[in-house]
Structure formats: structure tokens, C-alpha cells
């Protein structure tokens, strides 16, 4: 059973992915999502890269599949009149509003309408403050949200990763557990809220409370390359065939690193003293023995002596790692025009179970199930919505 | 209901987690209300108290900056689980809660006595959430796992770094949150489906399957196109310039990404249209993309000598997105963050009083308070014992003396 969130109705109007995410997480616990979509090209996600072979399409969209998968699709111009009045009477049913096109500009205040609807909207900045109208994309969110200060070699160019959802997903997340928790409020007898979600303070929550850190230690945490700055074996190696990733925390996971490099009982390297005062000399030690040999051998045996350690793979290599595979974790979908497809799965097992495979929808697919079945529209309505362009 | 009360008043969690995975999402939900116990032992307090602060650990357990803040709105409470006086304890907190939290390795809760079909026999509708670097069965489930492993393993450290060059590791740490974050929205979608129904659930999350979900362009790229993204510094494939630039002073950088014409345009006025930005090699977006390296040096010999918060004004007055790199030094007063309000200043009885961040969500204009950071070791001992399980003063006194409870940390094994 893992349609824990099937008496939750969401209505989600997403351009961006971090609301696209977290429509994502309600559709796979099961929740029912209609995403609202403009009847020219659908929402923007359908047009983000990866393309299906490299052409771009609105079925072939790759992140598109990953975040709508499970969701219905229904199109509708929200700024026609008609729109607005139908969206306004889909929110009259819905729990949960899913919003980072601004969608109460186009109903009024949908709080009215449902005082039990939980409105989450998606932003860059908070309101108010002096960075509200700049333009952001995925470089200043992470630049002012915290993250690339982190990553990179001291005092070299400061870096983000190369994956547009890692910071995407960030504020995704956040806002679904936020709305998700509303939603269990409104349940309990309280009332619907409005949620805000400033994805720069998003990605800032997720930087380890470095702030907390410097104000009680005067430390600044800062990059430090491949490594964690004054930690002797908590860094990267290089391998015959790549690099790995050591984590030893313990002095019993050092000594048992050491031993398996073969350097077990060298006075220089003694106490964790020693080993943090000598610690490139510890590097070049331990390091003679992991470029002898793969990086799979490696991991192998440090992981059976209980030593931490990964092997950096790479993104081809992930799905046929045989832990992804005997978990399962990857899922085969069947698209209308993709055709069969490997996807990420997620977010979590539950009883020992995947939640269950379901296809992203195509621009549309549901709007006339959606406007007679559930919004009360006759034939002749949904005829003249489109013949208006409304659908 | 009051208008200030927070979504999860009324669910109540049980915290048997350490470092920052585990304690993430029951952070959060303390944050928006539930009633979240952190339970430790004084045999064997959450090594984040100690790992991550200088000194000698009997004097500093409760000074961790990390510890205090990731258990932030959590009570404190101590019970030895080696013992059956404890187990019997944290059983009875079973039967009045909604959700354990726990990330220890797979091992650890059946070897205690609190395996999940154990914890489902005294209360059929708790949900066990378990955070595991691997997840719960497979042949690595008892692989040890930190945030850099998480990275390494999910294909996070193959995207992280300069072009041609090795895999760093994240200062942020970002597969622990990773983790964390979909622990917290799965546990409380148990909580939801429990609560209506009367039954519970394990729910499973590891840090490697959650990494790999938050790289999902990288990882269907390769299936949709073939092509195996790797290393690229800040390069953008569409976009160029697309990367962070030296500005005046000692490490500081600023970022600029242009994506149209017009906002290269904008650009070159805002260096004043000097003849390079009119040459045929950065006429286009592709010509730019191609010239890439070329032009962020000529960029970046510009940039340096410019003030990166001006600078960044200048450039977003004009229409192209820019942004100062912000370190903690920066973030701690930063402007925005400050006008939000988004920092909140909490005391803490021996670590003093400082600046905590929020949980990213305002409700109705508010960030969920922090009530108190901490807890100190065993601070609720008798609340929770008293008023959650109803014994008396004679059982807590016995409990005590017995180091079942306690709140001064047994090191170096009292």
C-alpha cells in the first residue's frame, strides 16, 4: 500500500522544476494532482533539457516525465474569464495549490473560495528586501543561497554542481513537506495557510548551519577542495581507474584504513595528532596503496573491514551499481512516445515497496475527464472552451 | 484553534537518530509543531555533540553549534536501550506516538529489541522511519555511509568539480539534507495515511537513492540521449558567459549568466562596449559558447576590479543576472536574509545565544518559531517520564540511580 496521500487533491501550475518536484512527491505517494497547463506548449518543464535524442518536443521532455509522472494534465488559460472561473471551482475542491505562476492574481484569493485550501507558492527571494526583483537563475540562487562558496579548490573559482535539479529540487521538497504538514493541520481542524518558499532560503537551510557555526566558534567553513578541512582521511583518493572517496571518521576506521594500506604501526602517523599534523605525508602513505589497485576494489574491501569509503561513479555507471539494481530503485515506464524508459524512482520505500509506476501525462490528456466528470461541463461547454482557445 | 498554531500540534515523533540525516526531518517537524522526543542515552549521547565542536567532550557536549541547531524545538530525554528497562520505556512512547525516526544502520534497532514488527506489536499505527546510507536490504546494507559517500556512490561527485579534473567533495555536506528532506515528507505521508486508517509503516530512505533523485537531468540525459555528463566547472550548455568571477578583494567572486542577446548587450554597456565584445567570435550565443574560455578570461579581467555587491547591482539594474558569491561571513548579515527575518536569535543555557536559520516556509507571513535549541542532554527526562508515561517520582528517582536516565554523559565508559 503505497498510495498513502489518495484523499489529497492538489492542483499544481508549475514553470519552474522546484514546483514541478513537489507536485512530484504528492503524485507518488498517490495524491490526485491535476497540473494546469497552457493549451500553447503546456508548462515550461515540458521544454527543459534532457530532449528525447536531442529534439525537443512537448512529449520529449525528460524532466518533464520525471516530475509529472502519476500527475493529470489538464489545459486551460487561466487569464481567459472562463479559465479563471473553472481554476477558481477546481479550487473550491482542492487541498493543496501548487503555485509559481502567480495563480491567485488570476482567481482573486483562492483562501476565499476554500478556507481550507493550503496555498504554497514558490519564489526566488522573500519580499521586501533588497534582492526581491533581481533575476536568478541557478548560478545566483546558488551563489547567494550558500552552496557555492562551498564546493571548489581554496581561493579558486567557487562552483555548482553540474545538474540543474540538485538545486532545483531543493525548494521543491521543502515547500511539499511544508504543505504536506498544512494539509494534515487543515485535516485536524484547523484551516488552510498560505506557504511561502524563497528557494535562495531553501538552499541556505541546507548548507549545515554554517552561520550558527561562525557565530559560536568564529570558524568559517569554506570550500576546502576535496577534502574536509583538517580531517586526515576524510577526502578523496585517486585509484587506477578514477577517484574514491574516503570517509573515516573514527581512529578505529583510520587504523583499520591504515592497515589495509599497509602502513599499520608508522610512527609518523601514531596518534590522530600526528596524522592531522603530517597529513598530506598521510595522504601520499595511504594514497600509494588506492592507486595500486580499481576504485571497485577499493570501496570493496574498506566497506567489508567496516572502513567508510566510496567509489565516485559515473552518472552511466549509477544504474548498474548492484546495490541500485537489488534495491530496485530505477523504474521502466511506458510512454506513448518515448517508448519504454529507465527512470529515477522515489521517494522512498514504503513496507518494502516502491511506490507504484506511473506514466507522465500528455498536454491534455485529462481536461474534458476533468471538466465533465468533475467540474460539471456539458459537451457543448468543453467545445466552446476550445473552440475560445481556453482549452 | 489560534491563529500562531503550527500544522503538526498533535503528532508526536520519537527522535533515535544522530549526526544530521537523521535528525534533519524530525527537526522540521518539531519546527512545525509535533512534539518530537530526542532520545539518547548518557552511555551514549549523539556523537554530533562532540565530532563537530573543539575540546575536551565531557566539557563541550552541549556547545555544538551543529548538534544544537539540526535539534532544534526537540525535547531531551535518556534511556539505556541495552537495557530492558529502556527498551520497555521507549516501547511504552511507542504506544502514545505517531512516528520513530531512526538512523542507525539496519542492524542496530532489531539487536535492541526494537525491530519494526516489535514497535507495529505495541502500536499497529506508528510509522518507523529509517534513514540508512543504503537503504535496508540489499548486499551494501550495512556499508558504512557519510554525506561524501552519498555523493560519491549517486554520481553527485562526478558532476562536482573543474573540467578535466578530479571529484571534489561538497562543504554542505548535500546528501545527508538530501536524505533528510524526503524522510521528513515520506514520514509525515505515513503519518497522513496512518492517521486515517490506523495503520502504520516502515518507511525506507537512503541517502544514495535519495542523491540520485535530486540529479535527475544528469541520469535520464544518459538514458534519453546517451551522452554521460561529467565534470564542467560552472560551464552551462546553452549558456555563455555562465560562471562565477573574481571581483575586488580577497576571495570574492561574482556570478553572471547571460542568456539572451539582449542581456549580452547589456553587458558589454556596462563595460562600456569595449571592441572585444564586438567581435565576430561573440556575436552569437553559439559563437560565445564556443569562445567560452577566451571570454570569461576577458570577463573576468574586468570584474576584478569592481566591488562584487556593486557590481552585482549595477548588472541586475541593467537587466543581466548577477549575483555576489555569499559566504557564512557574508550570510550572517546579509541584507535580504536580515529583511525576511530569517535568521532567528535563540539562548541556549550554556552555549550562549545565536543566530539559528528558520525553516524555509513562511505560514501566513511567519517563520515557524524556534522555540529553544538543544536540548541539553536528558533536559525533559521528567516531563517526558511524568507526564507522557505517568510514573511516579519514586520510578524516576530509581531510574536515575539505576544511569537509565541521566544527564551527564558517561564518557569513557562510567
Known amino acids: 500500500m503505497t498510495d498513502l496521500l489518495r484523499d489529497i487533491r492538489v492542483v499544481e501550475l508549475s514553470d519552474g522544476c522546484a514546483a514541478a518536484f513537489c507536485g512530484r512527491l504528492f503524485a507518488r505517494c498517490g495524491a490526485d494532482v491535476v497540473l494546469v497547463e497552457r493549451p500553447r506548449g503546456g508548462s515550461a518543464v515540458r521544454w527543459e ?343 | 484553534m489560534n491563529a500562531l498554531a503550527m500544522p503538526l500540534e498533535g503528532i508526536r515523533v520519537i527522535d533515535f537518530t544522530a549526526y544530521w540525516a537523521g535528525p534533519l526531518p524530525s527537526a522540521i517537524m518539531a519546527d512545525l509543531g509535533a512534539e518530537v522526543i530526542k532520545v539518547e542515552s548518557i552511555q551514549r549521547p549523539d556523537q554530533f555533540r562532540i565530532v563537530a565542536v573543539a575540546g575536551d567532550p565531557a566539557e563541550v557536549y552541549e556547545r555544538s553549534a551543529p548538534f544544537n541547531a539540526t535539534n532544534r524545538n526537540k525535547l531531551g530525554l535518556t534511556l539505556d536501550l541495552t537495557r530492558a528497562e529502556g527498551v520497555r520505556l521507549f516501547l511504552a512512547l511507542v504506544r502514545r506516538s505517531d512516528a520513530v525516526v531512526q538512523n542507525y544502520s539496519p542492524r542496530v534497532m532489531p539487536q535492541l529489541g526494537l ?28 556499508y558504512v555511509s557519510f554525506a561524501a559517500i552519498g555523493e560519491a556512490l549517486s554520481g553527485i561527485s562526478g558532476l562536482s568539480g573543474y573540467d578535466g579534473e578530479g571529484a571534489l567533495i561538497h562543504g554542505v555536506g548535500v546528501s545527508d539534507p538530501f536524505a533528510g528532506y524526503l524522510a521528513a515528507f515520506a514520514t509525515l505521508a505515513a503519518v497522513h495515511h496512518a492517521r486515517a486508517t490506523g495503520q502504520g509503516q516502515h518507511v525506507d530512505v537512503s541517502q544514495l537513492e535519495a542523491s540520485m533523485q535530486y540529479i535527475a537531468d544528469a541520469l535520464i540525459e544518459c538514458e534519453f540521449t546517451g551522452g554521460v555528463r561529467e565534470r564542467a566547472a560552472n560551464d552551462d550548455p546553452a549558456m555563455a558567459p555562465h560562471g562565477a568571477f573574481p571581483a575586488r578583494g580577497d576571495d570574492a567572486w561574482i556570478t553572471i549568466s547571460v542568456a539572451t ?70 550570510l550572517i548579515k546579509d541584507p535580504q536574509l536580515e529583511a525576511a527575518g530569517f535568521f532567528q536569535h535563540v539562548d541556549h543555557p550554556v552555549a550562549g545565544r545565536h543566530p539559528y536559520p528558520s525553516y524555509p516556509a513562511r505560514f501566513d507571513g511567519e517563520y515557524p518559531p524556534i522555540k529553544r535549541v538543544g536540548p541539553m542532554l536528558g533536559q525533559d527526562n521528567r516531563y517526558v517520564l511524568s507526564q507522557i508515561l505517568g510514573l511516579g517520582d519514586g520510578e524516576i528517582a530509581r531510574l536515575e540511580a539505576d544511569k537509565i536516565i541521566g544527564t551527564r554523559p558517561l564518557f569513557g565508559g562510567g
Open chain 1, 49 to 391: 533539457p534532457p530532449f528525447l535524442d536531442d529534439q525537443p518536443g512537448t512529449e520529449r521532455g525528460g524532466l518533464f516525465m520525471f516530475t509529472a509522472a502519476g500527475k493529470r494534465s489538464m489545459t486551460l488559460d487561466t487569464s481567459h474569464p472562463d479559465g479563471a472561473t473553472l481554476l477558481g471551482r477546481l479550487l473550491e475542491r482542492a487541498d493543496v495549490l501548487i503555485d509559481d505562476r502567480g495563480a491567485a492574481a488570476d482567481t482573486g484569493s483562492p483562501a476565499k473560495a476554500n478556507p481550507r485550501l493550503v496555498h504554497l507558492v514558490f519564489r526566488n527571494f522573500t519580499p521586501g528586501g533588497p534582492y526581491e526583483k533581481w533575476l536568478a537563475g541557478e548560478l545566483q540562487l546558488a551563489a547567494l543561497g550558500g552552496w557555492m562558496a562551498q564546493l571548489g579548490e581554496p581561493r579558486r573559482t567557487p562552483l555548482v554542481s553540474n545538474s540543474r535539479t540538485m538545486t532545483a529540487f531543493v525548494p521543491g521538497v521543502v515547500g511539499a513537506i511544508a504543505a504536506l504538514a498544512a494539509v494534515r493541520g487543515a485535516r485536524a481542524g484547523g484551516r488552510g495557510r498560505r506557504i511561502d518558499v524563497a528557494a535562495q532560503e531553501a538552499l541556505l537551510f541546507t548548507t549545515r548551519f554554517n552561520e550558527t557555526f561562525l557565530s559560536s566558534t568564529g570558524i568559517e567553513i569554506k570550500r576546502a577542495g576535496d577534502r574536509f578541512t583538517g580531517w586526515a582521511a576524510y577526502r578523496t583518493f585517486k585509484a587506477a581507474d578514477g577517484d574514491v572517496t574516503a570517509a573515516a571518521a573514527t581512529d578505529a576506521q583510520i587504523e583499520k584504513l591504515m592497515e589495509l594500506a599497509g602502513v599499520a604501526g608508522d610512527p609518523r602517523f601514531a596518534t590522530r595528532k600526528d596524522r592531522e599534523s603530517r597529513i598530506d605525508e598521510f595522504g601520499v602513505a595511504v594514497g600509494k596503496w588506492i592507486a595500486a589497485h580499481s576504485r571497485e576494489h577499493v570501496f570493496k574491501v574498506c566497506q567489508e573491514n567496516r572502513v567508510p569509503m566510496g567509489k565516485v561513479s559515473r552518472v552511466d555507471e549509477v544504474p548498474e551499481m548492484e546495490q541500485v539494481k537489488a534495491r530496485g530503485f530505477f523504474e521502466q515506464v511506458e510512454h506513448p512516445v518515448a517508448g519504454r524508459r529507465r527512470m529515477p524512482g522515489g521517494p522512498a520505500k514504503f513496507g518494502g515497496e516502491w511506490p507504484r509506476v506511473r506514466r507522465p501525462p500528455i498536454l491534455g490528456e485529462h481536461t474534458a475527464e476533468i471538466l465533465r466528470g468533475e467540474l460539471g461541463c456539458s459537451g457543448e461547454d468543453v467545445a466552446a472552451l476550445a473552440a475560445m482557445g481556453v482549452i
Open chain 2, 115 to 142: 525491530s519494526y514488527e516489535r514497535l507495529r506489536e505495541a502500536n499497529p499505527a506508528i510509522v518507523l522511519t529509517s534513514v540508512s546510507g543504503f537503504g535496508q536490504e540489499g548486499p551494501w546494507r550495512d
Open chain 2, 261 to 330: 542577446d539582449e542581456q549580452w548587450r547589456a553587458l558589454g554597456a556596462a563595460m562600456g562596449a569595449p571592441a572585444w565584445t564586438r567581435e565576430a567570435r561573440f556575436a552569437t550565443a553559439l559563437a560565445r559558447r564556443h569562445n567560452r574560455e577566451a571570454l570569461n578570461a576577458l570577463l573576468a579581467q574586468w570584474t576584478v576590479r569592481f566591488d562584487r555587491h556593486e557590481l552585482a547591482r549595477d548588472l541586475q539594474a541593467r537587466g543581466v543576472p548577477a549575483a555576489p558569491v555569499l559566504a557564512p561571513a557574508d
